[in-house]
């Protein structure tokens, strides 16, 4: 590992967190004593240019930004924890900026955290946004996050970050918690989660991109989506959990005028209590497809959100003629939300001129107020309002997303989706490894039974 400071601390905190359990030191009550430059003992301050390795099994602590500098691979092993020490103001909350590439391998027993230390991590703080995120500039080649667990992201960006620079945002607003921006680059996620944004989970504008097997929780305050895609992005979007997201679990434009095309496929994804948060009028959601993006969209499990499927209407929609859809499963427990399964301010079902053969697919399953109830194992539909999650007021911890929207046996969502598609690749081989695409199933969401 090279940093700008080699302190090597013998004894190390030992973490118990794990991609589904928001309580990750073993004993909450350890005295943590500082050291005489500040750094709670057990931890390896981190800053500067890195590159090589971190961990494995091994807690680092970092108080001012850190840069993989461009032809330079950083690789984090099974069982490190990199706490980010911010404050979530403007020159107080560092990020991880990536010009090289960027190796999360953290695994089922041992998993990366990237996050905040436990003082803060408090209901309380879900939307504080306190470090900056992990910014891919346009030399980044690639990012792969493997068991990795991504928290309290989106501090406002300081006039230095690359992402102001290259006109993303500006200066003072919230950053992504991750984000890249190269078309020749790979992005990759694979059962891991990013939790408690201010903003956007993860913002693409360019990579040959897998994210699949991971889950996503209380992302964007009043705005943001948790997986935001531009042009230059191609790749599948499969078997994800997503649960109480501002705007869409997943959106696609091909804005940003680069090359190829956006593409992505959205499949067997189960998206809960959503798009209740956007405050911008007429936006909500769950999926969304605009501005010349293509894609194929199947076999998703649409829950208590404020939209389903919305294909934007004309002037900015996607590129209708390369787009496929249908067999959606919605259920609304609310006026509100089974008004939103076919937005009246999409295209599909809402007889527009040029588009009246856009109607709504005959394989969507949706009913009235309460119908359809696709029986989760660990969690009751209907205990919310729209006016909570509007006001915020829905705010705190989950954990075992996986286990909770896992469909009992006889669930109506079991059966009904297809497979008669293909991802838009096979498999993804990053440094070294490959990634197998999943295969579309037939039944809705992610999770299928118990």
């Not at 691979?73 to 980010?84: F, H, Q, R, S, V």
């Not at 309380?124 to 792969?144: E, H, L, P, S, Y």
């Not at 493997?146 to 290259?166: C, K, L, N, Q, R």
Request: aromatic share 12%; hydrophobic share 35%; net charge negative.
């Amino acid at each position: 590992m090279k940093t700008t400071s080699k302190l090597l601390i013998a004894i190390m905190l030992l973490f118990g967190f794990t991609a589904c359990d928001n309580s990750f030191f073993e004993d909450d009550d350890t005295d943590i004593v500082d050291n005489e430059d500040g750094i709670p003992a057990g931890f390896t301050p981190l800053s500067g240019e890195v590159s090589g390795t971190l961990g494995p099994d091994e807690s680092y602590w970092v108080t001012s930004d850190i840069f993989i500098p461009e032809g330079e691979i950083l690789t984090i092993l099974e069982g490190t924890n990199i706490i980010m020490d911010g404050s979530g103001r403007p020159g107080s909350s560092p990020e991880i900026n990536v010009s090289g590439s960027l190796f999360s391998y953290g695994t089922a027993d041992k998993p990366v955290y990237i996050g905040v230390e436990e003082s803060k991590r408090t209901v309380g703080n879900i939307f504080r946004g306190f470090w900056g995120g992990i910014i891919g500039t346009d030399k980044a080649q690639n990012m792969v996050f493997e068991y990795t667990t991504i928290e309290f992201a989106g501090a406002p960006a300081e006039a230095g970050s690359s992402i102001v620079a290259e006109g993303e945002i500006d200066e003072g607003e919230p950053r992504y918690a991750v984000y890249m921006v190269n078309p020749e680059g790979n992005f990759i996620m694979w059962h891991s989660r990013i939790a408690y944004t201010k903003d956007d989970a993860i913002r693409l504008n360019g990579a040959k991109t897998l994210i699949a097997y991971s889950e996503f929780a209380f992302n964007g305050e009043t705005g943001g989506e948790s997986v935001n895609t531009k042009s230059g992005v191609v790749g599948d979007f499969c078997y994800n959990v997503f649960y109480s997201i501002a705007t869409n679990g997943l959106k696609a434009a091909n804005s940003k005028g680069r090359q190829p095309q956006c593409n992505n496929n959205y499949y067997n994804n189960t998206m809960v209590s959503s798009g209740w948060r956007r405050s911008q009028a007429g936006r909500g959601g769950s999926l969304n497809y605009e501005n010349g993006a293509r894609g194929e969209v199947f076999n998703n499990l649409v829950v208590d959100s404020r939209y389903g499927l919305r294909l934007f209407p004309p002037d900015d929609e996607p590129d209708m003629a390369n787009m496929k859809w249908g067999n959606h499963f919605y259920f609304g427990s609310s006026e509100e939300a089974v008004e939103g399964f076919h937005p009246n301010n999409g295209i599909i079902g809402q007889d527009i001129p040029g588009y009246e053969n856009i109607v709504v697919p005959s394989t969507d399953v949706f009913g009235g107020v309460g119908e359809n109830d696709p029986k989760f194992v660990g969690y009751t539909v209907g205990n919310y309002t729209p006016a909570n999650f509007r006001a915020v007021s829905d705010a705190k911890f989950v954990t075992n997303l996986f286990e909770m929207f896992k469909l009992q046996p006889d669930s109506p969502a079991l059966t009904g989706g297809t497979t008669d598609f293909s991802p838009i690749f096979s498999e993804y081989v990053v440094n070294g490894k490959t990634y197998v695409t999943p295969l579309p199933s037939t039944f809705f969401g992610a999770l299928g039974a118990d």
